[in-house]
């Protein structure tokens, strides 16, 4: 299992053991859904029938957007993402697609801007290919539309043409839309290969720069949605970011379509036993002296693996999950949420099934918070 495209999926980042930002538009739909539900990526209804979504863009706040408002390489953007869903047997355009189109037409400012931060199409694919997979049925242009996100990213790039004094959006505007969207597949995916958002929106501004078509002296970059945002996984720290990340690929191990207080042990472990240990959790875990051979042993003879992988789109967070980040988001006490608050949470409650995997491991609720030191 790939540790780092399992953290793709969760819109978190691991490079260079490095873990980036959660995708929280992804997650705070996981925590909306119930325990099991799945993903429904393909056969849904995402926007106007085919040939109005592929002329228009319509938002609740601007009404309807021109397709007439891009240039010439905007419109190949578009129509290279079109084909990337084709590919996929996806019958829509997300920002995933939109950010593959951008790299097939190597020409552009967009696709350099990618490409000198390490964002190749042949990575973006692999990506799409494992966050969603392909489509069981081949899918007919005529039946494409787009995603709200991506509509949302065409009406930004138009933005971004206006306040640039340009008179029709390019794919660089479109990158810059996608920058400013901020919350899609496309933007875990980018975070997943090394970079950042405003790394991307600085790059498309040098490039410009260096191209004789600086934007005007009153231009200012406008924030992502992300740097808007204020939610459930806003104050995790890298470190927590990385039990998620772990956990998910747990869970995905034991065939589990759903992410539990138990995954979330494992993550733990993990993080105290990879090829690099955590320092803090290693000590933890080594005071309280367990292993995670054991609490995976002992987690087995409770709930054994299913003999299957599950696949990223099945994921979803338990209630139970749900209700431990509730917790460490009302209850931790310093700035950042770290995976000590994580491991508190869990063993809130005594009778949880995480606090008596650990119990039976010796590690009672009571030893848990003397090795915290809570």
């Given at each position: 299992m790939n540790v780092e495209l399992v953290a793709v999926a969760l819109g978190a980042g691991l490079v260079g053991g490095a873990i980036g930002g959660i995708a929280i538009?992804?997650?705070q739909a996981w925590m909306a859904r119930g325990k099991g539900t799945r993903v429904q990526w393909f056969g849904r209804h995402l926007g106007p029938p085919p040939t109005e979504a592929m002329r228009m863009s319509r938002s609740s706040t601007s009404g309807t957007v021109p397709f007439d408002r891009f240039n010439e390489s905007a419109k190949r953007v578009l129509a290279l993402a079109q084909n990337e869903a084709i590919?996929?047997?996806?019958?829509?355009?997300?920002?995933?697609?939109?950010?593959?189109?951008?790299?097939?037409?190597?020409?552009?400012?967009?696709?350099?801007?990618?490409?000198?931060?390490?964002?190749?199409?042949?990575?973006?694919?692999?990506?799409?290919?494992?966050?969603?997979?392909?489509?069981?049925?081949?899918?007919h242009a005529s039946e494409i539309t787009l995603s709200p996100r991506t509509k949302k990213v065409i009406e930004l790039a138009i933005d971004e043409a206006r306040r640039m004094g340009?008179?029709?959006?390019?794919?660089?505007?479109?990158?810059?839309?996608?920058?400013?969207?901020?919350?899609?597949?496309?933007?875990?995916?980018?975070?997943?290969?090394?970079?950042?958002m405003p790394m991307v929106r600085a790059k498309v501004l040098e490039l410009l720069a260096a191209s004789g078509t600086p934007p005007p002296a009153n231009y200012t970059a406008a924030p992502t949605r992300r740097e808007h945002f204020s939610g459930p996984l806003t104050?995790?720290?890298?470190?927590?970011?990385?039990?998620?990340?772990?956990?998910?690929?747990?869970?995905?191990?034991?065939?589990?379509?759903?992410?539990?207080?138990?995954?979330?042990?494992?993550?733990?472990?993990?993080?105290?036993?990879?090829?690099?240990?955590d320092a803090a959790m290693q000590r933890i875990f080594g005071t309280l002296g367990i292993t995670l051979e054991q609490v995976r042993a002992e987690l087995g003879k409770v709930i054994p693996p299913t003999g299957r992988e599950s696949h990223a789109t099945e994921i979803t967070?338990?209630?139970?999950?749900?209700?431990?980040?509730?917790?460490?988001?009302?209850?931790?006490?310093?700035?950042s949420i770290v995976p000590e608050d994580l491991l508190l949470a869990m063993v809130r409650d005594a009778q949880s099934f995480a606090a008596q995997i650990l119990a039976r491991l010796g590690a009672t609720p009571e030893r848990v918070r003397a090795a915290l030191g809570r």
């Open positions: 538009g992804a997650v590919l996929h047997n996806h019958n829509y355009i997300g920002t995933e697609h939109l950010l593959a189109g951008l790299l097939e037409d190597g020409d552009t400012l967009a696709a350099r801007a990618l490409q000198s931060l390490g964002i190749e199409r042949a990575k973006v694919r692999k990506a799409i290919d494992f966050i969603i997979g392909r489509g069981e049925q081949a899918t340009h008179a029709r959006a390019g794919a660089e505007h479109m990158l810059l839309g996608l920058v400013r969207e901020g919350e899609g597949i496309a933007s875990g995916i980018i975070e997943s290969l090394g970079a950042t104050r995790f720290s890298d470190r927590a970011k990385r039990v998620l990340a772990f956990a998910q690929d747990e869970a995905m191990r034991m065939g589990h379509a759903y992410i539990g207080p138990e995954h979330l042990l494992l993550g733990l472990g993990r993080l105290a036993e990879m090829a690099q240990p967070l338990s209630p139970e999950t749900k209700e431990i980040i509730q917790v460490v988001n009302e209850s931790a006490a310093g700035d």
